[in-house]
C-alpha cells in the first residue's frame, strides 16, 4: 500500500519538477539531450504508474510467487507486505489499471502505426505520379507554394521540395535545408515523435504528455538545424525558414501557424555555444534516478519481506 | 510492382503533356522510344489507372479514349493537402521544416535577421 503510495507521489512530482526543469532555457543548448530527457522522464511516470497498480494487485497476481522464490522469502511475508488494510479492492482496482492502460497504449501504438503508414503509402503513390526526381538526391514537384518536407520510412525516405521552395533558396540555403531534413530521416526522429505522440493520445488528459511531444517536436527541428548547419551556415539557415515560413501565399490558408519556427529563427541568430558535456552527463544521471528509482520503491516491501524471513530462519536456527 | 508504379507514372505524364482524350495505341507509340513495351501492357496500365479513378475513359469506335480525372496540378494540390494540413495522421506521417507564419511573426523574425546581419555570423 504505501509503496503505491509513494509511487504515484514520486510520478505526480518528477511530472512537476521535471517539466519545470526541462523548460529552462538551457534545452536549447542541447536540444538532443532534452529530448531523451523528455523521453526518459515520460516513461519513467508511465512505469511508476503502472509499477504502482501492479503492487497494489501484488497479492493477487502469479508474480508474487517468483518474487518470492527470486529473494528467497515466503510467498505469504510478500504478500502481507504488499496487502492493505482495505481488503480486495485496490488489488482490483490495481489490476484493472494495468490492464486498461497497458491495452490503451497498445491500440493506440498500433492505430497510429496504421494510419501513418497508410498516409505515407499515399504520399509515396502521389509523389510516383506527379514528382521528379533531382540529380541532387531529392524529390521535386511542381507548386507554386514553398514547401519542404520529409517522408519517413521504406529504406532512406525521400525529401521532397516544391519547385517554388526550389526558386526561392539560393543554392547554400537549399543545401542547409536538405541536410536538415535528411538529419531527420538518418536519426529517425519520426520514432522518436511517434512515441511521444502516442503517450500524448493516450493520455489525451495528463498535460505533461501533451507538453512533452510538443516539446520534443520543437526539439527535433532544432536538433536537425544543429546537425544540418556549422556555426558559419546558420544564418542561411535561418534566412531560408523566413523565406519558407513567409513565402506562402495567403489564399492557402494553412492551418497552423508556426510559433516555434520564432524560436529557432532567434537561436540559429544568436551567438553559438557549443553543446556542454556537463549537461549530458546530468542529463544521464536524472535518467538513472527516474528510472531506478520507482523500481526501487516497488521493490522495498518485497526486499524488507525478504530480510526478515532470512532474520527469521536465522533465529530459529539459533534457538534450536 | 515497382516498375508498374514508374510505367503508371510514364503514362500519366503522356496523358497530362497531351491534354486531350487519348487511346492506348497512341500511348504506347509516344512511350515506345524510352522503353520496349507490349500494347497489352500498355492496356493493363491505362486500366488499372482507370480502375484507380486517376483517368475517365469513354468509348470511341472499337478503343478507349482515356482522359486525366484530374489535372497535374489538381493532384499535386490534393497530395499537398496532406502534407500542409495539421491532422494527427500528417504530423505522424512526416515533418516539416516550417509550417507557416502569420504577418505579426513574419515581421520579428525578418528584424532578428537584418538585426545581427552586420555581425560575422
Request: net charge neutral; aromatic share 4%; with cysteine.
Amino acid at each position: 500500500m504505501i509503496a503505491a503510495l509513494l509511487l504515484v507521489a514520486f510520478a505526480a512530482a518528477v511530472s512537476i519538477l521535471g517539466a519545470q526543469l526541462l523548460s529552462r532555457p538551457w534545452v536549447m543548448r542541447s536540444p538532443r539531450v532534452a529530448v531523451l530527457s523528455w523521453q526518459a522522464l515520460s516513461t519513467s511516470v508511465v512505469t511508476s504508474i503502472l509499477l504502482a497498480a501492479t503492487a497494489l494487485a501484488l497479492p493477487f497476481l502469479p508474480l508474487r510467487f517468483s518474487l518470492a522464490s527470486l529473494l528467497g522469502a515466503h510467498t505469504l511475508t510478500i504478500v502481507e507486505h504488499y496487502e492493505t488494510p482495505l481488503g480486495s479492492w485496490p488489488g482490483i482496482i490495481g489490476l484493472s489499471v494495468v490492464g486498461g492502460l497497458t491495452t490503451m497504449l497498445v491500440a493506440t501504438t498500433v492505430r497510429s502505426f496504421v494510419r501513418t503508414r497508410r498516409v505515407r503509402r499515399l504520399q509515396r503513390n502521389a509523389l510516383e505520379l506527379v514528382g521528379r526526381r533531382h540529380p541532387g538526391g531529392f524529390t521535386v514537384i511542381e507548386h507554386d507554394v514553398p514547401i519542404a518536407y520529409c517522408l519517413p520510412g521504406t529504406g532512406t525516405g525521400t525529401v521532397v521540395l516544391s519547385s517554388a521552395a526550389m526558386a526561392l533558396l539560393d543554392d547554400r540555403e537549399r543545401e542547409l535545408v536538405l541536410g536538415h531534413e535528411r538529419r531527420h530521416l538518418r536519426a529517425r526522429h519520426d520514432l522518436a515523435l511517434a512515441y511521444s505522440g502516442a503517450l500524448a493520445r493516450t493520455f489525451p488528459h495528463v498535460p505533461l504528455f501533451a507538453t512533452a511531444h510538443a516539446q520534443v517536436a520543437v526539439l527535433l527541428e532544432m536538433a536537425a538545424d544543429d546537425a544540418a548547419a556549422t556555426p558559419a551556415d546558420r544564418r542561411a539557415l535561418a534566412s531560408a525558414i523566413v523565406a519558407l515560413g513567409t513565402g506562402v501565399r495567403p489564399e492557402t490558408a494553412l492551418a497552423a501557424s508556426d510559433t516555434a519556427a520564432l524560436v529557432r529563427v532567434r537561436r540559429l541568430t544568436s551567438t553559438t555555444r557549443s553543446p556542454e558535456w556537463g549537461l549530458g552527463l546530468a542529463a544521464a544521471a536524472g535518467a538513472a534516478v527516474l528510472f531506478s528509482l520507482p523500481l526501487g520503491l516497488a521493490m522495498a516491501p518485497a526486499l524488507e519481506a525478504a530480510a526478515r524471513d532470512c532474520c527469521t530462519m536465522i533465529d530459529l536456527s539459533v534457538g534450536s | 510492382m515497382r516498375q508498374l508504379g514508374q510505367l503508371e507514372a510514364a503514362v500519366m505524364q503522356h496523358l497530362w503533356s497531351t491534354g486531350r482524350p487519348v487511346s492506348v495505341r497512341e500511348t504506347l507509340e509516344a512511350l515506345t522510344p524510352a522503353r520496349a513495351l507490349a500494347y497489352t501492357t500498355v492496356m493493363t496500365v491505362m486500366d488499372n489507372l482507370h480502375s484507380k479513378g486517376l483517368v475517365a475513359r469513354e468509348k470511341q469506335g472499337k478503343a478507349y479514349l482515356y482522359t486525366p480525372v484530374s489535372s497535374r496540378d489538381e493532384h499535386t494540390a490534393e497530395m499537398l493537402q496532406d502534407v500542409l494540413s495539421d491532422s494527427e495522421d500528417r504530423t505522424a506521417a512526416l515533418m516539416h521544416l516550417v509550417v507557416k507564419l502569420d504577418a505579426g511573426e513574419a515581421a520579428t523574425l525578418l528584424a532578428a535577421l537584418s538585426e545581427r546581419a552586420d555581425e560575422p555570423a
